[in-house]
């Protein structure tokens, strides 16, 4: 067989591969690992004592609401005060084929704050997100690598000139829940190391507790609950 065919068959089977992952379109429910027909997850997030080796918690320092429609994929984020103020609304558009095209998050007064778009890769992955502030501006952007799974493994931030000022590479478990995240500057410098264990799965195996630890030290820890 000639060079010239073999390169041709490696690039029909590259060319048919990425067609059939781009076809498999993902929702949200399998983006973000939650298994069985989620409707609402609320988290709770609490402070831990500080400087304690210990993750004891604290007060309640956000309450989140996040919605599902029928489709698997967010239609409403909401975060509120410890007293229950709401602080924050996202709402998120997607076009006829079900991808995100959009989200805009306004603050409690209602007023917007930043407008976010997206572009896929060939899987269907989100590989790059632009933020735009009130007036249309792009002040930030980013851009992400995933694995053969689905998870996001890099991610990195540019701000509005397109000059990279953070880096984080991602870990995951088995159950493809976020295990590290490591932070590092222009410089490739390391900055934070970010770190979660989970405790309690619900009969679907979706996690219940998390504790987040940065650079070793608890900083919160998120209890969920889901609806079906």
Known sequence: MSSVCKIFIVFTVI???ASSVFGQQK???KRYKLKGDVKIVTELEYSVQPDSKDAIKEGLKVKSVCKYNQAGN???YITYSPEGTVMSRSLFNYNDS???IDIKRYRGDGGLNVTTTYKYDVAGNEAEELNFDPS???FMSGKGKYDLNGNRIVYDRYNQFGHLF???NIKYDKKGNEIEEREYDSHQAL???TTHEYSKYDNNGNWLVRITYKNKVPRAIIERELVY
Request: proline share 0%; hydrophobic share 30%.
């Open 15 to 17: 060319v048919y591969n």
């Open 27 to 29: 929702n949200d429910l």
């Open 74 to 76: 967010r239609y409403e």
């Open 98 to 100: 079900g991808k995100l």
């Open 136 to 138: 249309g501006t792009l």
């Open 166 to 168: 953070l880096k984080s």
């Open 191 to 193: 900055q934070f190391t």
